[in-house]
């Protein structure tokens, strides 16, 4: 049997039989699979990881899958699926805190409060977490509310927004400041404060000479 190119044109445009997007076509019925497992992939991955960035191409697809990135890339057009960067998520889940999350956020936060300065470790805090609340510190670390200064070492953005008031203020009437005068002036320890004096050197706010630092001030309004 034999198809002229406006018949075959006809068929391909029958919504019920194939799928279009862009300039291509799959069979309808590949695609609704294909969505299917996609969705099912998600939703589990989502109920793991509530506020993860989402799953990859080849998380989501076998090898040399060439339906899955079609499925992904056209679901991000209709608007079923957001994309960060190379990372697909269903787009009914917003990735901001619930309730329950918004209270873990709090309880993590208090346990950088209990002695500012003077934090745990970041691994010493994850422990103490379920794997589902582990996502709320990412969280956290992500936005920008818990910030690296080394290794384990993490403070939350409002320490360092007072810090950096202690220091404006000290430098009021000081030319300079030591080590030992911010060991004082925070209350905290040499593992904490040079991190915290590199930090503020790296974002324009200090600049160290010799053993150290004279102010040079912002520009921007956050520094963090």
């Not at 993490?154 to 000290?170: A, G, H, S, Y």
């Not at 060991?183 to 040499?190: A, E, K, P």
């Amino acid at each position: 049997m034999t198809r002229t190119i406006p018949e075959l044109e006809k068929e391909l445009r029958d919504k019920t039989c194939y799928f279009q997007w862009r300039k291509q076509v799959i069979l309808k019925t590949a695609y609704d699979q294909t969505k299917i497992t996609i969705q099912e992939k998600l939703t589990q991955y989502t109920n793991q990881n509530p506020l993860g960035e989402g799953l990859s191409v080849r998380e989501i697809g076998a090898p040399r899958d060439r339906i899955t990135p079609f499925v992904l890339e056209s679901g991000v057009e209709s608007g079923w699926l957001k994309r960060t960067h190379d990372r697909y998520r269903v787009a009914a889940v917003s990735g901001e805190l619930s309730g329950a999350q918004r209270k873990v956020r709090e309880e993590i936060l208090a346990a950088y409060n209990v002695t500012p300065y003077n934090p745990p470790p970041i691994s010493r805090v994850r422990k103490n977490l379920s794997k589902t609340d582990q996502s709320v510190l990412q969280w956290l670390i992500k936005q920008g509310q818990l910030v690296q200064l080394a290794g384990e070492l993490f403070l939350p953005v409002k320490q360092l927004d007072t810090f950096i008031e202690k220091l404006r203020n000290w430098f009021q009437s000081h030319s300079e400041i030591a080590v030992a005068d911010v060991r004082d002036m925070l209350h905290s320890t040499r593992k904490v404060i040079i991190p915290l004096l590199n930090w503020a050197d790296a974002k324009g706010l200090t600049r160290r000479e010799g053993d150290v630092r004279v102010w040079v001030g912002e520009d921007r309004k956050s520094v963090v």
